[in-house]
Antibody, heavy 113, light 112 residues
Framework: QVQLKESGPGLVQPSQTLSLTCTVS????????VHWVRQPPGKGLEWVGA???????DYNSALKSRLSISRDTSKSQVFLKMNSLQTEDTAIYFC???????WGQGVMVTVSS | DVVMTQTPVSLSVSLGGQTSISCRSS???????????LYWYLQKPGQSPQLLIY???NRFSGVPDRFSGSGSGTDFTLKISRVEPEDLGVYYC?????????FGGGTKLELK
């Protein structure tokens, strides 16, 4: 059974770094890519970035300078790190498996002092 | 980036009725491998998006045949027939052909 679950702090101060973890089960990270997608409150969906089965990464160009995605295959975990957070980064952050059919429940991140 | 334009922004439908949503891309979504990576999602309030259609016209596992996708190149349509209460929410199209992947702005389906 394929499952993804995001975890991380709900509140981050402006200019600080966000660290999120996506823990997966039911599939291998070495055979599937994992993507991050975010959704500001009341708004649409935005692709953030991805880590491919071979370990390479792709990032949204608007976020690239602040973003890093990595993984630990032994723990079936994918990590998102975003620095210099701004209030505009307030959003629900989802992780999703390649193919688009499986998503985590999302984690709400609020950037506020 | 490829711009995905969905119309209409909102839609009112009667239970049991039929409706359709349009999605247009700013570039052809035909990949060099011959596939067209156009997807349709439904997001219900407070939930994660759920995949309905992948690669233009293929229903994801468990999706009822009331949902159908069609189109090619830059023009795509999602049709919903015999609308049920569980179909209400926001529909998004999504392209994975060109990087970065991009979503349409969404179409909110409401009851008339």
């Amino acid at each position: 059974q394929v499952q993804l679950k995001e975890s991380g702090p709900g509140l981050v101060q402006p200019s600080q770094t966000l660290s999120l973890t996506c823990t997966v089960s039911g599939f291998s990270l070495t055979s599937n890519s994992v993507h991050w997608v975010r959704q500001p409150p009341g708004k649409g969906l935005e692709w953030v970035g991805a880590i491919w089965s071979g370990g390479s990464t792709d990032y949204n160009s608007a976020l690239k300078s602040r973003l890093s995605i990595s993984r630990d295959t032994s723990k079936s975990q994918v990590f998102l790190k975003m620095n210099s957070l701004q209030t505009e980064d307030t959003a629900i952050y989802f992780c999703t498996r390649s193919g688009g059919g499986y998503w985590g429940q999302g984690v709400m991140v609020t950037v506020s002092s | 980036d490829v711009v995905m334009t969905q119309t209409p922004v909102s839609l009112s439908v009667s239970l049991g009725g039929q409706t359709s949503i349009s999605c247009r891309s700013s570039q052809s979504l035909v990949h060099s491998d011959g596939n067209t990576y156009l997807y349709w999602y439904l997001q219900k309030p407070g939930q994660s998006p759920q995949l309905l259609i992948y690669k233009v016209s293929n229903r994801f596992s468990g999706v009822p045949d009331r949902f159908s996708g069609s189109g090619s190149g830059t023009d795509f349509t999602l049709k919903i027939s015999r609308v049920e209460p569980e179909d209400l929410g926001v529909y998004y199209c999504y392209q994975g052909t060109h990087y970065p992947p991009t979503f349409g702005g969404g179409t909110k389906l409401e009851l008339k």
